[in-house]
């Protein structure tokens, strides 16, 4: 799973969003390191629903513009906490790899 479907199913987790909600919140709690653009998110979220993790829960027209909202389907939340421990069993890994390997001397690679 990539990062940014990562933070697209977190930012899903919290509530029901709408696309825009999706990319403000991916900002958040990706403290500004990803950044959605219209065409990607679209991508990730048709992915999603394909894959059942997400559906469509309803739609709103705010200043006469649709906006879909998305949740999260129960398969939705279980991918979501097989992927957290996952990649929390790679953080342990890779400090348990690096705690043992000795560090290289500044100005040396």
């Known amino acids: 799973m990539s990062e940014q479907a990562y933070f697209v199913l977190l930012a899903l987790a919290e509530e029901p969003r709408h696309g825009y909600g999706i990319v403000q919140a991916v900002k958040v709690l990706s403290d500004d390191r990803v950044r959605l653009g219209a065409g990607t998110l679209y991508g990730i979220l ?18 006469g513009r649709l906006r879909r909202y998305y949740r999260l389907t129960p398969d ?33 690679a």
């Open 76 to 108: 939705g939340y279980a991918t979501l906490a097989a992927e957290t421990a996952r990649l929390t069993d790679l953080a342990s890994l890779a400090r348990r790899v690096l705690a043992a390997r000795p560090r290289p001397a500044l100005g040396t």
């Open 46 to 63: 048709d992915r999603l629903v394909e894959a059942g993790y997400a559906e469509a829960s309803g739609e709103v027209v705010v200043d």
